[in-house]
Every structure is written in structure tokens, then in C-alpha cells.
T-cell receptor
Framework: EAQVTQNPRYLITVTGKKLTVTCSQN?????MSWYRQDPGLGLRQIYYSMNVEVTDKGDVPEGYKVSRKEKRNFPLILESPSPNQTSLYFC????????????????FGPGTRLTVL | EDKVVQSPLSLVVHEGDTVTLNCSYE??????LLWYKQEKKAPTFLFML??SGIEKKSGRLSSILDKKELFSILNITATQTGDSAIYLC?????????WGAGTKLIIKP
């Protein structure tokens, strides 16, 4: 089954304790992205990657790191989480064709609800 | 700074009404504009628009883009309670996705 998986789905942690949210896709998609969603703010892109070893900052990259060592995986790392990073996080993957993203074939993960105390 | 602004932020209508949701944008390198519907989980894709004046349709939903005036509208006719959701607009600005805050639509029976 084609899917994007995220783990953990829920996490409560404390300020300063490093954490990683994993994201994995099984569709061989080139483009992967992390978003955070906060009430009244829609989605905001944190980082995106157009291929292995290629990552770029989105709107709100501060306090986050990513890596893309393999095509299928795109982990989100919070080195020193703070309460303002409490949010709902989505990972998504998109195929690319002809130099563009194929949005109607995209997949979103189920979301990770993170609370930082 | 790239930005996408949606209006209204929320809307309550009765079943059977027609609604129009707005999305305006200012971005550096426009590639496409996207509409999504979000219920309780992740957003689901509705439309992608790249050219002005070409209307996209899917059943009771339709959307049009005006690249000169930098906006798009999403129309929903004969609304049903199942249309209640947050509708999100996003713009692909050279592969970076800029999102609006969304319009929360509530359809009353």
C-alpha cells in the first residue's frame, strides 16, 4: 500500500530534550516536505527536499534540522525543543514529472502531535 | 516576502447555499496555485491552477485563477454538510510551498 508513515504519532516532551520525528515513503517520490500546522495559521513549510542530499529551507526553518540520506526517509530533528514548537506536524511526499510537482499524486503522513513543556 | 491571504477566515452558511472562497497571493516565482480540503486529518488535494481564466471543475466545486490580479476563487454550489471543512490555498513559488491560513467553512443543515 502506498503511504507516508510518521513516528511517533503523539509525543509529549520537555524543553531542551532532543527529538527526531521520522518520515518514510514507499512510492519513490523525489520531493518530500515537512509542515507544521497551528490554529489559525494554516500550514507552514519547515524544510523540503527535492532529492537525496538536497534540502532547502521553507518558511519556518528555525529550530529544526532535516536530512535526506536516502530517498525514502526524511527525518525532522529538533535539537533543543522549545514550547513554541508545540504543534501538529505533517510530512508529505510528491512525485516530480517534467520539472514540476505532481500534486494530485501527493501523499501526506497522518501527522505527529508534539507538545513541548 | 512571499505571502498567501485567504478570506474570509470563517464562514457559516445553510445547506444548499453557494459559497465563494478567496485566495490572493504575492510570490516571487509563481509556478502554480493549489486548493485543498482539510477535515480532521491531513489536507486532501482539490485543484491545481497554472493558467489564468481556465476554470477547473469537479462536481459542485470549481476554481479559477487570475494571474494578472493575483487571486483565485473556489466556488462550491448546492453546499452539503459534508462540505464542512477548512479550505486551504497554497502557492508553489519555485518549489517552496506558501500556504494561506485557510477558510473554515461550516454548513448548517
Amino acid at each position: 500500500e502506498a503511504q507516508v508513515t510518521q513516528n511517533p504519532r503523539y509525543l509529549i516532551t520537555v524543553t531542551g530534550k532532543k527529538l527526531t520525528v521520522t518520515c518514510s515513503q514507499n512510492m519513490n517520490h523525489e520531493y518530500m516536505s515537512w509542515y507544521r500546522q497551528d490554529p489559525g495559521l494554516g500550514l507552514r513549510q519547515i524544510y523540503y527536499s527535492m532529492n537525496v542530499e538536497v534540502t532547502d529551507k521553507g518558511d519556518v526553518p528555525e529550530g529544526y534540522k532535516v536530512s535526506r540520506k536516502e530517498k525514502r526517509n526524511f527525518p525532522l530533528i529538533l535539537e533543543s525543543p522549545s514550547p513554541n514548537q508545540t504543534s501538529l506536524y505533517f510530512c508529505a511526499s510528491y512525485p516530480m514529472k517534467g520539472g514540476g510537482l505532481v500534486y494530485n499524486e501527493q501523499f501526506f503522513g497522518p501527522g505527529t502531535r508534539l507538545t513541548v513543556l | 516576502e512571499d505571502k498567501v491571504v485567504q478570506s474570509p477566515l470563517s464562514l457559516v452558511v445553510h445547506e444548499g447555499d453557494t459559497v465563494t472562497l478567496n485566495c490572493s497571493y504575492e510570490v516571487t516565482n509563481f509556478r502554480s496555485l493549489l486548493w485543498y480540503k482539510q477535515e480532521k486529518k491531513a489536507p486532501t488535494f482539490l485543484f491545481m491552477l497554472t493558467s489564468s481564466g481556465i476554470e477547473k471543475k469537479s462536481g459542485r466545486l470549481s476554481s479559477i485563477l487570475d494571474k494578472k490580479e493575483l487571486f483565485s476563487i473556489l466556488n462550491i454550489t448546492a453546499t452539503q454538510t459534508g462540505d464542512s471543512a477548512i479550505y486551504l490555498c497554497a502557492v508553489d513559488s519555485n518549489y517552496q510551498l506558501i500556504w494561506g491560513a485557510g477558510t473554515k467553512l461550516i454548513i448548517k443543515p
